[in-house]
Nanobody, 125 residues
């Protein structure tokens, strides 16, 4: 599976962005998919994930209520809608896919097998 993340950019605090993670490969829509972010000088942290069926979603406390993860199976794409952005949301955001048809510990990076390149999100105050 190959993943392509896009949608990052510069936005003012309180604004919104939608990130996309497009997957290619057979049964790409059957993979649990997560978003992680890494700010300068900080460790990578879990942001959100969606299970392989698209029914279950999971969020870090820091983004709960502001971010929404969703999957478009027909387009093999997972989206991360980010609203009410804060300067502390500034980071490189990366998407990752885990083993197909699997339930995993979504917040743990090593549970994912495939990673896309990052997309930079910058939130100005």
């Amino acid at each position: 599976v190959q993943l392509q993340a896009s949608g990052g950019g510069l936005v003012q605090a309180g604004g919104y962005l939608r990130l996309s993670c497009a997957a290619s490969g057979r049964t790409a829509s059957s993979y649990p998919t997560g978003w992680f972010r890494q700010a300068p000088g900080k460790e990578r942290e879990f942001v959100a994930a969606i299970n392989w069926s698209g029914v279950g979603t999971y969020y870090a406390d820091s983004v709960k209520g502001r971010y929404t993860i969703s999957r478009d199976t027909a387009k093999n794409t997972v989206y991360l809608q980010m609203n009410s952005l804060k300067p502390e949301d500034t980071a490189v955001y990366s998407c990752a896919a885990g083993p197909p048809y699997s339930s995993i510990d979504y917040s743990v990076p090593r549970m994912y097998d495939y990673w896309g390149q990052g997309t930079l999100v910058t939130v100005s105050s």
